[in-house]
């Protein structure tokens, strides 16, 4: 059984972007939602909850996150998979680190990436576009230590990074590009 995520130095580094964005009005997708931490600074905005969707592939996430915001809409979904709905804004604060052995099973859900990191990210970067509202913005946290993301398809802009003792962590906005982008 896997343990539900609480707020990390990742967490927080994304918390203090998505502080920063205007929700009014918006439909929004939290990917990966785990203690919930980002659902809670959006409804300080009195945005309404069923505007809010919150998902994980952890059932006890899921469990958490109904009994804490039960007027959002809570989905337990691999990726996209159980995902209907287009949004304005998706946020993923992903597993993005490459795999290690000794990481133990309990937190490797929401910490690993696969083998090079990326791999989770690059499958959700791959159906994410279908799943934006025209003019719809991802906000993606990763790592320095996150090997070959794919970002083709993509304009990519800074907003926020962090240097820890071993890495670097980094808040992504990110567009579909269109057909005159470079
Ligand atoms: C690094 S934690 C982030 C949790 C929370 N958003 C935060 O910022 O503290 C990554 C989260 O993604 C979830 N997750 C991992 N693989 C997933 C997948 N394939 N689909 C949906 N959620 C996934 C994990 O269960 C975990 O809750």
């Known amino acids: 059984m896997s343990d539900i995520y ?3 130095e990742d967490s927080y580094l994304l918390a203090g972007v998505v502080k920063k964005i205007n929700f009014f009005n918006k ?3 939290d990917m990966g939602s785990g203690s919930g931490i980002h659902a809670k600074t ?12 919150l998902t994980d592939i952890n059932p006890l996430a899921i ?6 915001f039960p007027k959002c809409n809570i989905i337990k979904s691999n990726l996209f998979e159980n995902i209907k709905d287009k949004f304005d804004i998706i946020f ?4 993005y680190l490459p795999e290690d052995k000794k990481e133990p099973k309990s937190s490797r859900l929401a910490t690993t990436g696969g083998k090079k990191g990326s791999e989770i990210i690059n ?6 576009g279908n799943y934006l509202k025209k003019n719809g913005k991802i906000i993606l946290l990763t790592s320095s230590l996150t090997r070959d993301i794919n970002w083709a398809g993509f304009n990519k802009k800074l907003l ?5 003792f071993f890495e670097q962590l980094y808040v992504f906005e990110i ?8």
């Open 6 to 8: 609480f707020p990390a």
């Open 27 to 29: 439909e929004i997708l």
């Open 42 to 53: 959006i409804l300080r905005q009195k945005i309404k909850p069923e505007n809010l969707t």
């Open 63 to 68: 469990k958490y996150l109904k009994k804490n």
């Open 92 to 95: 993923f604060n992903p597993p």
């Open 123 to 128: 499958r959700f970067l791959k159906d994410a």
């Open 160 to 164: 926020a990074k962090k240097k820890l």
């Open 175 to 182: 567009s579909e590009k269109n057909f005159f982008d470079e």
